[in-house]
Nanobody, 136 residues
Framework: RAQVVESGGGTVQSGGSLRLSCVASSLQAPYNGYYMGWARQGDGKEREGLAVIEGHGTPRYAESVKGRFTISRDNAKNTVYLQMTSLRPDDTAKYYC????????????????????????????WGNGTLVTISS
């Protein structure tokens, strides 16, 4: 399966910006066929889907980050980005990149969702995460 590696995490002050990157390798299909997404998990919290971008660039966002975060991809570099602005202390979390080829109905807890409901992205590959800390 594909492998994904995140980078770009760090500590920034509240109100600041940060850009995360994620490079994919060992692909089983052309990169532009993959849904690429970002999720995060804070201490003691459940994993939260943030954004997904389809192969040709259509983005989808969770309400919690809409207007502050921007997902983009460079298919020539097998790379997806997450530009984060107006960061707040409650954005502190480990941020994970994911890659997958499927979109369909999944039970709760399966798949990556950015909107409520049964439809989710079937992400087969997850990175180890990059830590983002927002200081107040």
């Amino acid at each position: 399966r594909a492998q994904v590696v995140e980078s770009g995490g760090g500590t920034v002050q509240s109100g600041g910006s940060l850009r995360l990157s994620c490079v994919a390798s060992s692909l089983q299909a052309p990169y532009n066929g993959y849904y690429m997404g970002w999720a995060r998990q804070g201490d003691g919290k459940e994993r939260e889907g943030l954004a997904v971008i389809e192969g040709h660039g259509t983005p989808r966002y969770a309400e919690s980050v809409k207007g502050r975060f921007t997902i983009s991809r460079d298919n020539a570099k097998n790379t997806v980005y997450l530009q984060m602005t107006s960061l707040r202390p409650d954005d502190t979390a480990k941020y994970y990149c994911a890659a997958g080829l499927q979109y369909g109905e999944y039970p709760p807890g399966r798949g990556l969702r950015v909107t409520p409901g049964r439809w989710a992205y079937g992400m087969d590959s997850w990175g180890n995460g990059t830590l983002v800390t927002i200081s107040s």
